[in-house]
């Protein structure tokens, strides 16, 4: 456990010496404060037809940039340690393959928890703003929400980069896995009918938002666990096997 | 305590090491001499738990490097061909990064005192980006003794570190080498002879031979070899010298230098000084013509080189 926490820390303080990272933040943040301003302009607009503001816009608009963003945080986790040859000092040093992997994985969710503890401040502002306030439960859910795709997108993203060398094959295959589970893997539940429920349940995009209705479902909880656990399994696997070559 | 028994490794159908076997015990710097692709860092490689071999066994400080990794990791330190330093970090961070990774109590310390041991205090505040070839191997050294290990395994230490830094490295090395068990990789015969104990010569994976360095060379040149330097002629000269008793193969040389052996048992040195003053020369400089790793390399491997020359032509 020590381990992956000295790992961790590493790879947190290195993102913010990293102008990818802040690039990262800066254009997440940026995009978001533009959606969420357009949120509280048209809220404002349908004040009298009553309905309620919420914040689903800006965590939603939030997990569709951390499917462009993501690859760019973890290219580099593994990739460099196998280009600069620090590979060979950290699979020499007393540390277990998953531990290092776990490490900068943990590394890059604490970097994406701390840019959405940032957009914590759009749900208080709107808190602030309608009477009774916003419906905190779909708030709470739509963030633990939030925080299952990063930590799904960055473990996928740690696997990924563990099995290249090159950064930019693993920021570009990154993307592609993300994407495919994002968009398409809900399209062929709706035209095959023979498993149509097997698409249905890969579908990210569909567990994301019914997860941030209000209540916390298991199943979907559990899809997001099961993904954090394959990739981390094969990035584990991927450094592994690197010893074997 | 390194003690290696018929190690094998293959790289698919290649075979890189063919069944090592050797010791080095504690209190012994052991030097891994051998060409490029002979072995030396495959076999580093699995004495530190980078890879398992192929078959045959290693202990390393007591434990099985295939089965006891972890342990074997605890109390080894490593340092790789090319340097693994981490360039976007500053030296005493990466250091203390290292010393948290094997849980040293008093890290920050334990980093200034190896910062200390290898001549980087005033640069530990600097980027590991900004340091020359030379510092950057120093630091490598300083990541290899952070945890003051049983075993340091070191491959090529002193490869583009300047004169200065060479004599301080193989010092610092030697002195580590008193109480632990230290195997280093070179190109450099007269490193191997100032620093090691013993030296294992490999190549193509197989061990040539093992040996103390002084026995090594007395064993194989049998003669030393000395190089003069004179003002004028030299031909005449080289008969003159050649008739002193105990100088073998007088010779003058095409760069106008001459050239003669001994035996180490007599050292005609002083009376072929002598003859060439008296000869009328002057005498501008005598020394000797060390044996290098590649001399050596030939002299072991003469008997198969012809045979290998016949293959390619045919």
Known sequence: MRNIWIIAKREYDHYFISPVAYVVAFSILLVLGIIFALVIYTSAQNVFYGSVPDISPVTGSFAFLLVLTTPALTMRLLADENRMGTMELMLTAPVRDSELVIGKWLGGVLFVLTVIGITLIFPIILNSLVSPGIDQGAMITSYLAL?????SFLAIGVGISALFTNQVAAFFVT???????????GFPADYIQAGSEFFRYLDL??????LGQGKIILSDVIYFLSLIAVGLFTGTMAVETRRWR | MIRVNELTKDYGSRRALHGLTFEAQQGEVVGFLGPNGAGKTTTMRILTSYMPPTSGEAIVAGYDVVSESLEVRKRVGYLPETVPL????VVFDYLKFMADLRHLPDAEERVGETLEMVGMVDRANGY???LSKGMRQRIGLAQALIHRPEVLILDEPTIGLDPSQVVEIRNLIREIGKERTVLLSTHILSEAQQVCDRVIIINKGNIVVEDTPENLQAHLVGAERVVLRVRGEVDDLAVKVGKIKGVQNAKSNPDGTLEFQFLPAQDVRPQVARAVVESGYDLLEMRPLGLSLEEIFLELTKE???AKKKKAHS
């Open chain 2, 86 to 89: 981490y360039t976007d970090m």
């Open chain 1, 175 to 185: 993307m592609i896995t993300l994407v495919t589970l994002w968009w398409l893997m």
């Open chain 2, 304 to 306: 198969e080189q012809p």
């Open chain 1, 147 to 151: 925080i299952l795709v990063a930590a």
């Open chain 2, 128 to 130: 590991i980006g900004s």
């Open chain 1, 205 to 210: 995009q569909s567990h994301f938002y019914s």
